[in-house]
């Protein structure tokens, strides 16, 4: 699954450590989602959408259809 997480957050001039801290993940975690070698649990990809006032689908890309 790809994400718009890395451009959303720089737009917003926030980084990984602060997303994170407001997800209550790691940096890492953070990282690793962004970089498409982690993917979210939905719980979280909801926390993550809600983070930047935007769905899911306007987060997160299908790459398996």
């Known amino acids: ?3 718009h997480i890395r451009e959303l957050r720089q737009a917003r001039g926030w ?3 602060a997303l994170a ?3 209550g993940v790691s940096r ?3 990282n690793s ?3 498409g070698r ?3 649990s ?3 990809a909801f926390d993550i959408a809600e983070a930047f006032d935007l769905s899911i689908e306007e987060v ?3 790459t398996d259809e």
């Open 42 to 44: 939905l719980p979280l």
């Open 60 to 62: 997160f890309i299908r």
């Open 28 to 30: 890492n975690s953070v």
């Open 21 to 23: 801290e407001h997800l």
């Open 33 to 35: 989602i962004e970089n």
């Open 38 to 40: 982690f993917d979210p």
């Open 15 to 17: 980084s990984q450590a």
């Open 1 to 3: 699954m790809k994400n």
